[in-house]
């Protein structure tokens, strides 16, 4: 069982930033061997995917909303992928959600594993 783990989440003002930590939990390496990606939802909302990096670290991809401002990183020896969220601006409160699958096709429509998510919300 993989069981995903958000943090970092809180209260901030506008232009504020903050680093969102997801860590996986599981009996073997997990961020190293899946694809790893960022989405927000807020409430009345449709989901939003934020972020993705792949299983290499060595593609990124991110919504449009979010380029230049966001980055997504991975560490595997902690096991955890990281979203540094800079300038961030009111209408981006939402829960910030961290997904994994094997395939960086599939997790961009139906992620294998979802976290419970971290509140992020952005004052005006």
């Known amino acids: 069982q993989v069981q995903l783990i958000e943090s970092g989440g809180g209260l901030v003002r506008t232009g504020a930033s903050l680093n969102l930590s997801c860590t996986a939990s599981?009996?073997?390496?997990?961020?190293?061997?899946?694809?790893m990606a960022w989405f927000r939802q807020a409430p009345g909302k449709e989901r939003e995917f934020v972020a993705l990096?792949?299983?290499?670290?060595?593609?990124?991809y991110y919504g449009d909303s979010v380029k230049g401002r966001f980055t997504i990183s991975k560490d595997n020896g902690k096991n955890t992928v990281y979203l540094q969220m800079n300038s961030l601006k009111p209408e981006e409160t939402a829960l910030y959600y961290c997904?994994?699958?094997?395939?960086?096709?599939?997790?961009?429509?139906?992620?294998?594993?979802w976290g419970q998510g971290t509140q992020v919300t952005v004052s005006s």
């Open positions: 599981a009996s073997g390496p997990i961020v190293n061997t899946y694809a």
């Open positions: 997904a994994a699958d094997i395939s960086p096709t599939m997790i961009l429509r139906a992620p294998r594993y």
């Open positions: 990096i792949n299983r290499s670290g060595g593609t990124t």
